[in-house]
């Protein structure tokens, strides 16, 4: 295999800032160009490793084919919601999607950044206003669109490759998982010294000796050793033998209402062990039982932690009410949002809505209010009246026609209304 000096480059990462880049490397006695940044499969990797110069390219070319799922979610063209996310996923979510091996690097900012190129998409298909939550966008999104957040995709992603690779036996991902077991589980130990080395075969020593001295197996004393650190982690409470909940203190039902990230991981750890009951879970972490049961049904729904809101009051308004609404409306466009909303009072007695609750319900189907052109539209009998004028005239030359000038530059009303009209 050779190498093409003219396609290769030397790039140093380090965060320290008086790093030295002139490394002198050479090929075939060519020396190689030092750059602060390099692209390996499209993907951009700078020296720092931040990843923000990347994160800016995703963004700029996402911003551009935006344009076209705003464009096509307009009314004129008619596609459903399917459709447009079918669109986004393939014209937007496959930029995305493509730098989920360096998802771990990024930060906090840039996974905001990627997250708002998702949310402007999905208030663009789902016709929602700008300054919509963005914990409803996400609620929305997922459960239209099928749609999960960016951070969720791209660890879902990063999960599913390293799933793959175990399940075909790669030996470089089956290296990588197993330092990484290594690694994880040294961060609850102390760290091995030669005099911590030998106080541990000193008291394995004597606990070898206490063993045989009490006719006592491994496993005995290894069941005992998780005993206690059972009871340890319930620490406030002690489980009798027999595993019952008469001994436990009563939860107090002014709890949380809301479970934080934090005690939804915790709460999943310990049903995933199965080795407490729910109760025993809730006194443990400190909420009552019912939010242990919520977050697992919720994990289990959407393979998240996070709560998100209320749905709030059920609609006040029904499909019919809203469709009397649309037909006041069209009878009256100049009628404002008070007076369409005192007709539908006048029909319907049983609930009374207000003109904030009129725009609002217009608001979401895209209508709105505008100003009236000043020029108003030809009425039937002005449209009959030219054409009778101009079919008297037929026989005129061009230069007759030329001094003719069809104008309505005379004072008007219309409605008897002097001041602007709206219309909608």
Known sequence: MKISVEKSCSVVFSR?????????LKIYGNRMVSQKEIKFLGIKFDSKLNFNILVDEIKERCNNRLNIIKILSNKKWGLNQNTLGNLYKSLVGSILDYSFPCSNSFSENNIKKLQAIQNTAVRSILKLIYDTPSNIVHHEAFNKLKLLTV???LFELSERYVGTGLSHSVPLVERLVK???EGFESRYIEYPT???EEERKRKGRGKEEERKRKGRGKEEDEEEEEEEERKKQLAYYLISSKKTTKNLPKIEKNGPKKVSDQQGWQILGLLKDRTKTEREIAVLVGVSQKCVNTTRRNFQATSRVRNFGNCGRRPKLSNRDVSYIFRLVRKNPTACFRQIAADFNSKFKEHKISGETVRRVLAKKGIESCSAVKKPLLTVSDMTKRYKWCKERR???????????????????????KSRVFVK
Do not use: C, G, H
């Open 395 to 417: 026989n005129w030359t061009d230069k007759d026609w030329a001094k003719v000038i069809f104008s309505d530059e005379s004072n008007f009303e219309m409605l008897n209304r």
């Open 194 to 196: 030669p005099l911590q």
């Open 179 to 181: 330092e990484y077991k």
């Open 151 to 153: 951070s969720n995709r």
């Open 16 to 24: 320290y800032k008086k790093k030295s880049d002139n490394l002198n």
